[in-house]
């Protein structure tokens, strides 16, 4: 079992930034690949970002590149999302994921681990 805790969320002004954490215990988190997903009201979950545990190598969502960047420190068992120039529309609650088995994915599904969300509200 792996859980996952997410902190960092809050409410910003629109051009504002936040750093999301989320601290993993449990298992051997240097093999898991590790991301971030976002749901806001109404709206399907969506996938945000992914860090592999080999490389690592990143993915991001077209709508958040070159805004957001994830990162990790296997050391403290921890994922990041940096999020900078936030828009309102990257107002959802931010869900950290986790697992061992896949290395890149966008579907929810192939995450076994799941944090609780930590709620980003941007304000135009």
């Known amino acids: 079992q792996v859980q996952l805790v997410e902190s960092g969320g809050g409410l910003v002004q629109a051009g504002g930034s936040l750093r999301l954490s989320c601290a993993a215990s449990?298992?051997?988190?240097?093999?898991?690949?590790m991301g971030w997903f976002r749901q806001a009201p109404g709206k399907e979950r969506e996938f945000v970002a992914s860090?592999?545990?080999?490389?690592?190598?990143?993915y991001y969502a077209d709508s958040v590149k070159g805004r957001f960047t994830i990162s990790r420190d296997d050391v403290k068992n921890t994922v990041y999302l940096q999020m900078n120039s936030l828009k309102p529309e990257d107002t959802a609650v931010y869900y950290c994921v986790a697992d061992d088995s896949v290395l890149f994915s966008t579907k929810g599904s192939r995450y076994d681990y799941w944090g609780q969300g930590t709620q980003v509200t941007v304000s135009s």
């Open positions: 449990g298992r051997t988190f240097s093999t898991y690949t």
């Open positions: 860090i592999t545990w080999n490389g690592p190598h990143t």
